[in-house]
């Protein structure tokens, strides 16, 4: 499957882009994809604790899992006001 | 884009564009860029937002408030990209029958957009560093 990936905030400049196109294996949830991009960073747990997750503009576990097409996008904890 | 803006923005702008004659309560809020955070001098910030889901919730969150206050209405306006000390990041005015409604109404509104709205903010400091900033929730 063919998902778009998007990045904010410190993540986005941590994993140096603001959006990827990723080719990957179905039945992957919206954690194990953000997994697969951090790879062996050394940050990744610190990550998995912090980052929210979003499929298509809308707030999800990240246990869900992600379909061809979607919009994907790692968020740190929201920050505005 | 009805509820973000790269352009300036003000509660008085919010508070012309409706008028609710049944409404004798209007509490306004606007949140300013400090000049100041956690001891450091803060010179600007720099608003990120995941544009077209940021809309999403603020209208969402819009729904929400007017439904659990009912007869309130709420106009809400947040501001991204570049701004300066003292610029309105921020702008909500809820119209209520009364004030007791009109003030919890408005508070519930800042405090969801800091908690659910996809806008992160950048800090640029005097000593030439920055960094992205954690929400204060509870501010």
Redesign the interface.
Same mark, same amino acid.
């Given at each position: 499957m063919s998902i778009k990936v998007l990045f904010f905030g410190g993540l986005k400049e941590h994993v140096g882009k603001s959006e990827t196109q990723m080719n990957l294996q179905p039945g992957m949830s919206a954690e194990q994809v953000l997994c697969q991009v951090l790879g062996d960073d050394p940050h990744l747990e610190k990550w998995q604790r912090t980052v929210l997750y979003s499929i298509n503009q809308e707030q999800v576990e990240g246990s869900v899992l992600v379909q061809d097409g979607d919009e994907v996008a790692f968020m740190p904890p929201m920050a505005g006001g | 884009m009805e509820f973000i803006t790269k352009e300036k923005i003000s509660t008085s702008e919010l508070s012309l564009s409706e008028s609710y004659p049944e409404c004798g309560g209007v509490c306004s809020f606007e949140?300013v860029v400090r000049n100041h955070h956690e001891g450091k001098e803060v010179l600007r910030l720099n608003?990120?937002?995941?544009e077209?889901?940021?809309e999403?919730v603020l209208k969402q969150l819009k729904l929400e408030i007017e439904s659990e206050w009912s007869a309130c209405h709420v106009a809400v306006r947040?501001r991204y990209g570049e701004l300066e000390i003292g610029d309105v990041?921020?702008a909500i005015v809820v119209w209520a029958p009364h004030r007791a409604e009109a003030f919890a109404a408005c508070q519930a509104m800042?405090n969801r *957009?800091? %908690?659910?709205?996809? *806008?992160? %903010?950048?800090e640029f400091y005097g000593d030439g560093s920055f960094?992205?900033?954690?929400?204060h929730c509870g501010t």
């Open positions: - | 949140g608003y990120e937002a995941y077209p889901m940021a999403k947040h990041a921020v800042i *957009i800091k %908690k659910r709205v996809p *806008i992160w %903010k950048q960094e992205w900033v954690a929400c």
